[in-house]
């Protein structure tokens, strides 16, 4: 039992070490040795996202610039990272051995402490030297300018790309859209400013369970480059010719370095908005041949298997009988209509349900479609349920039409309850009645009450009561047709009432996924709700909605600056989550923040 709280230390000790191995904060001095009066820089650096940093005391030394934070990116073996730096221009002020004490950041619930560095100090640093040493850190600081990308040339250090599988495909073939991001240079905030139109395509997004980008390395034409896959779409031609996807446009906030570091005091970095947009990309799409194509072909493109089931084979009249179909496979699953059956006459037949199991992931579109169709034979007797003659479809890996054969079923039915409504067929006389609880009825042979005249409800005071409440409740349902005609005639005022009611449904799923940990389906529905309500509030259509076209209505509607402020300021947290991880505000903040703002909205307008 002693040994367990040793092993317990242990264990911990390892955990820790593994931690500290992986995110370390590290300071570095440009110099160690240097003369009084000579400039020289201490460096703090994490390869992680932290915050709460702490600097160390520089009491023997006269601090010139700091601390100037500079961020980058970096990709080790697939594994996206962030390293950030805190840089101090210090100068020496008298002779001695000194020492500069250890920094603190947090980072992951976790307080990392650099090493202390010690600085020696020795005579006075002659002039020329000092000059000699700030033309020396002005030249390297002007190359490294040179060699980082400057804002003529960004275009080549942080764009889009929409990468399409397949260019030439068939109408109703699997398409995967991957809209990759390219970067050299660091990039502290992102926004969406217009999704592509997919017209002529049935779309659908990929979205990934892990809320986090997966940063990768790629030299792309001679060049060494950070992607990540930042948006992926599932797409389904639905005719033929050349069909365009439009570009996905955004708004970086890129980090850029610039000259004149010691004339800056406030650091040698300055944030830039550079708008990239991806170019469009033209999908051929060939119609499908018109030879071999079968008859009872619906419009299934893919790789598809077919089955069918009954709950039973044997049952009584009236009795109710579930007739199932499912498609599986890859392709179209989500456009495949229920397939129209052609059961027995005697057999009763509803509209079906449909059961989705349909996945959408980086493979497409995968899974299956069931249609279950509630059966009811009217009548005893043998029969041969075979409704669906075959299921077709069109494979374009093999350029060609497919069919598949469907079981049919051997149905015995009993005759039914004699006490039923509906009589079943009478297998003596061998006819079979088909006007069912409608035309024949049994006679009755329950008693009945008799009542003299006078003493029924006809000529009661109830009777003469809803005589003259008719008329009344038909004028009232009148005028209450012709109110609500009136509410409802104009389309804007509606939407404008409603808005609220809307944005409460897609916050309520919000909530509803914050609840079970999926941040980027928290986010995205917290931005669908805001959008949504906006748009209907501000009557703007959905593809004009922007943050110049809102804050413009909202002011049109007299809202005060700080409210259309904490709204964009709202919006900007969603879109810069579902793309990179942020810090400093909980999912719980946000949306509280979202609703308190839609709420305050409501108040004012």
């Not at 002039?127 to 060699?147: F, K, L, R, Y």
């Not at 009589?423 to 042979?445: E, G, H, V, W």
């Amino acid at each position: 039992m002693k040994k367990i709280p040793l092993i317990l230390s242990f264990l911990l000790l390892c955990i820790n070490s593994l931690f500290a191995s992986e995110i370390k904060l590290v300071a570095t001095a440009t110099k160690t040795n240097v003369g009084v009066g000579e400039q020289f820089e201490v460096d703090f650096s994490v390869n992680g996202s932290g915050d709460r940093f702490t600097p160390p005391g520089f009491s023997d030394f006269q601090v010139l610039s700091g601390p100037n934070i500079s961020s980058s990116m970096a990709s080790v073996n697939g594994d996206a990272s962030f390293n950030t730096m805190y840089s101090y221009i210090l100068a020496a002020s008298k002779e001695g051995t000194f020492t500069i004490g250890a920094a603190a950041i947090v980072v992951n619930g976790h307080t990392l402490i650099s090493s202390p560095l010690k600085i020696k100090v020795k005579g006075q640093a002659p002039p020329q030297q000092n000059v000699q040493a700030q033309q020396q850190q002005a030249q390297q600081q002007e190359d490294d300018n040179n060699a980082a990308p400057d804002t003529k040339n960004l275009s080549k250090s942080i764009f889009i790309r929409a990468e399409a599988d397949k260019t030439s495909v068939y109408a109703g073939e699997q398409i995967t859209v991957a809209y990759r991001l390219y970067t050299r240079v660091g990039f502290t905030g992102n926004e969406v400013d217009k999704a592509p139109d997919l017209n002529g395509f049935w779309s659908q997004d990929v979205i990934n369970k892990d809320p986090n980008v997966t940063w990768s390395d790629i030299t792309y034409k001679g060049l060494k480059y950070h992607t990540a896959v930042i948006k992926k779409t599932i797409l389904f031609p639905e005719h033929a010719g050349d069909l365009l996807i439009d570009p996905l446009a955004m708004t970086f906030l890129v980090r850029l370095q610039i000259k004149g570091i010691f004339d800056n005091p406030f650091g040698n970095y300055q944030d830039v908005k550079f708008p990239v947009k991806s170019a469009p990309v033209i999908i051929h799409v060939t119609p499908l041949p018109a030879a071999g194509k079968p008859a009872n072909f619906s419009g299934a493109v893919g790789n598809f298997t077919v089955n069918s089931d009954v709950d039973k084979k044997e049952l009584k009249a009236n009795e109710t009988l579930n007739y199932s179909f499912e498609v599986s496979g890859s392709g179209n699953l989500n456009l495949i209509n229920a397939p129209t059956i052609t059961p027995p006459p005697d057999i009763e037949k509803y509209d079906p349900k449909t059961d989705d199991h349909i996945t959408v992931d980086d493979k497409g579109v995968s899974g299956s479609r069931k249609y279950s169709y509630l059966l009811i034979p009217r009548h005893e007797g043998e029969y041969t349920l075979n409704p669906i003659t075959g299921f077709s479809y069109f494979n374009p890996a093999t350029k060609r039409y497919v069919t598949l054969p469907v079981q049919g079923y051997h149905i015995k039915v009993d005759k039914g309850d004699a006490q039923a409504n509906v009589p079943a067929f009478n297998s003596t006389n061998q006819q079979d009645i088909q006007m069912l609880n409608k035309d024949i009825r049994y006679i009755k042979t329950a008693s009945f009450s008799l009542y003299k005249d006078g003493e029924g409800f006809y000529g009661s005071f109830g009777f003469y009561t809803l005589l003259v409440l008719g008329p009344l409740l038909f004028g009232a349902a009148f005028y209450y047709r012709k109110w609500d005609d009136k509410q409802n005639s104009d389309i804007v005022k509606v939407r404008s009432r409603k808005a609220s009611k809307v944005a409460a449904k897609h916050l309520a799923n919000a909530n509803k996924q914050l609840v079970a940990g999926n941040k980027t389906l928290f986010y995205e529905a917290v931005t669908r709700g805001l959008y949504g309500y906006l748009s209907d509030k501000l009557n703007i259509p959905f593809a004009d909605l922007n943050k110049e076209n809102i804050i413009e209505g909202l002011q049109a509607k007299s809202l005060d600056g700080a409210l259309i402020k904490q709204l964009t300021d709202t919006m900007d947290l969603c879109e810069m989550a579902r793309f990179a991880p942020i810090s400093g505000i909980s999912e719980q903040e946000v949306f509280d923040k979202a609703k308190n703002t839609i709420n305050d909205i409501e108040d004012k307008i």
